[in-house]
């Protein structure tokens, strides 16, 4: 259990309730730290089977003056009901295309193919998103071929028509996109068949324990088998155990993510695990 804040409140708890007061403490909590700059950008590395960091995905930490470092699960979802994922999304935009633009400066491994950016749905509604992220794109010199953007099957839910165009448009600078959470949502399969998606990651929840032959491992084979027909490259989230590792790996998943491989990580300590890679 969270020892309570100064003032009493554990709003960093993503197991809590919030009543309607606590939500509004967090949205004012919001508003500052993105004034004051207390979002970072952390990184977790995406392996394939021979230990090469392929990737990483980009995930968002609020350094709190006194909570220390918070994770998104407890502020992602209220930002998303007040609108501030906009603004928030847009600021981890910019920052991880220049994070990128310093690393391409300085080097990257050959083995390391893309940075994976989680797209809120409100974010990727709004009307300017693809205009916006393109002049970007362009302003950073970034090659689109660099970018992944993980979004989930939620959000396609009440916007299938709009989501697919804006993904193709994206798809023509060489973008690619990832379907996230895979499984969790009001999974319809039909997505897969008709989005153009490269990537499906496999949820936590089916990889949490996985072992050869339970009913787990005959969802997971059966997601990947779907996956491989449709031409979809699989990347199983939530890898924690040597056993997890190897029943995907019998399965098929060639790509994998988790405490297993390495923890999300600030720039700097991600860069020197992947110059690792640049000195083989
Ligand atoms: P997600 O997209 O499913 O990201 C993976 C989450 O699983 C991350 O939590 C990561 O730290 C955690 N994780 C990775 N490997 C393991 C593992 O082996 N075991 C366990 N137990 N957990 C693992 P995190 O960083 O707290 O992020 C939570 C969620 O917040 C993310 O879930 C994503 O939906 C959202 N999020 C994070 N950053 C952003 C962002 O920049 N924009 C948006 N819209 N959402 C974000
Ligand atoms: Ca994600
Ligand atoms: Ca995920
Ligand atoms: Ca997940």
């Known amino acids: ?18 009543s309607a007061q606590e939500r509004l403490l967090i949205e004012k909590g919001l508003y500052q730290a ?7 950008l952390w990184f977790q590395p995406q392996v394939q089977a021979d230990g090469a960091i392929v990737g990483a995905e980009v995930l968002l930490r609020w350094m709190h003056p006194e909570k220390g470092v918070i994770s998104p ?3 992602i979802q209220i930002a998303e009901e007040s609108g501030q994922i906009v603004e928030m999304g847009q600021w981890v935009l910019t920052e991880s295309f220049e994070q990128l633009a310093q690393w391409k400066a300085q080097g ?15 974010q990727f509604m709004q009307v300017d998103f693809v205009g916006r992220f393109l002049t970007m794109l362009t302003d950073y010199k970034i090659p689109g071929e660099l970018i992944e953007l993980e979004i989930t099957e939620n ?6 028509e709009i989501a697919s165009n804006k993904m193709r448009i994206l798809k023509q600078r060489g973008i690619s996109f990832a379907i996230d959470d ?12 008709y989005l153009p998606l490269d990537i499906l990651k496999i949820d936590r929840s089916f990889v949490t324990n996985l072992r050869p032959s339970s009913e787990e491992a005959a969802i997971v084979e059966v997601i990947i088998a779907t996956a491989d ?7 199983a989230e939530g890898v924690e155990t040597e056993e997890e590792r190897d029943t995907l790996l019998e399965l098929g ?7 297993f491989y390495a923890r999300p990580m600030p720039a700097t300590p991600f860069y020197e695990r992947l110059q690792q890679d640049m000195d083989i």
């Open 73 to 75: 699960a407890s502020f």
């Open 182 to 193: 895979f499984g969790t949502g009001y999974s319809s399969l039909r997505y897969l068949r």
């Open 155 to 160: 959000m396609l839910l009440n916007n299938f």
């Open 108 to 122: 990257l491994p050959a083995s390391f193919k893309r940075l994976a950016i989680n797209i809120s749905p409100l």
């Open 253 to 259: 998943c060639l790509c994998f993510q988790g405490f």
């Open 1 to 18: 259990v969270k020892a309570m804040g100064k003032n009493g409140f554990q709003f960093y708890d993503p197991e809590m309730q919030s």
């Open 34 to 40: 993105l004034d004051k700059k207390e979002f970072q």
């Open 229 to 235: 027909r449709l031409g979809l490259t699989v990347i």
